[in-house]
């Protein structure tokens, strides 16, 4: 029994100190919206695009479905070797 309270425990804890970590990353990436913000009213001529305004397709390209059909592939015969092997 004490083994599954210590375990418990510490299950509890991971819990709350990821949830600790996801508010503070929140908070932090509203911070830096702001600095930007105050940033470009102090530097008009020095714009820097706020992150919340950016949006996903900037840091990647779609996927063909030529890419699309590989990717399948790769998965399923990964997943065939990791199931069978």
């Not at 309270?5 to 929140?26: C, H, P, S, V």
């Not at 930007?36 to 820097?48: E, G, M, V």
Request: include cysteine; hydrophobic fraction near 40%.
């Amino acid at each position: 029994m004490a083994k599954y309270t210590r375990d418990r425990t510490m299950l509890l804890d991971w819990i709350e100190t990821k949830t600790e970590i996801k508010g503070q990353a929140n908070q932090n990436f509203t911070n830096t919206d702001y600095a930007f913000k105050l940033y470009n009213q102090a530097h008009p001529d020095k714009q820097i695009p706020c992150l919340k305004s950016l949006a996903l397709l900037t840091f990647i390209s779609p996927v063909s479905s030529r890419n699309k059909t590989s990717c399948f592939l790769c998965t399923a015969l990964g997943y065939a070797a990791f199931r069978f092997l």
